[in-house]
């Protein structure tokens, strides 16, 4: 990616949670709901990535079944084998395909080429790329 993108706050505050700091979970909810409307981005990177975050995590939810990460923290192998057959798909495929799927229905690379002024196909470069990422970065919190 072209500019040095840090997410690596989101991560630590999903931490947090995760092993039981639960005073910190409406500052993730107020972190979702400016993730996914892109406020405070400072490029088209940045707010894709901020999107995929905020998307990834309800996903997560929605994958579990559950709205608690210290819980979604405690899931243990089997029911992780249990919950991606009664999802079809295995978490980080699921995750991602999910980001994937929302920016392009909701045809988010124009809307981010016009607000940042970038060439849309730069944009959808970057779509796959940064849905790996954040996958990534989501999935190393939880296991």
Known sequence: MSD?????????LLNSIKEGDSE???LLD???????NGI?????LEELGFLYLSLGITELYNFTNQKDL??????DK???????????????V??????????????????????????EGEIKQH????????TEGIIDVIE
């Open 127 to 134: 779509i796959t790329k940064m849905a790996r990422y954040i």
């Open 70 to 75: 210290h819980s979604i923290g405690l899931i």
């Open 40 to 44: 405070n981005s400072k490029s088209f």
């Open 94 to 119: 699921f995750l991602a395909n999910k980001m994937i799927r929302y920016v392009k229905e909701n045809k988010k690379a124009k809307e981010l080429s016009k607000k940042w002024n970038v060439r």
């Open 4 to 12: 040095q993108i840090e997410f690596s706050s989101f991560y630590r």
């Open 30 to 36: 107020q972190k979702i709901d400016e993730f996914k």
């Open 78 to 92: 089997e029911e992780w084998e249990s919950l991606s057959i009664k999802n079809e798909e295995e978490l980080p």
């Open 24 to 26: 910190k979970i409406s």
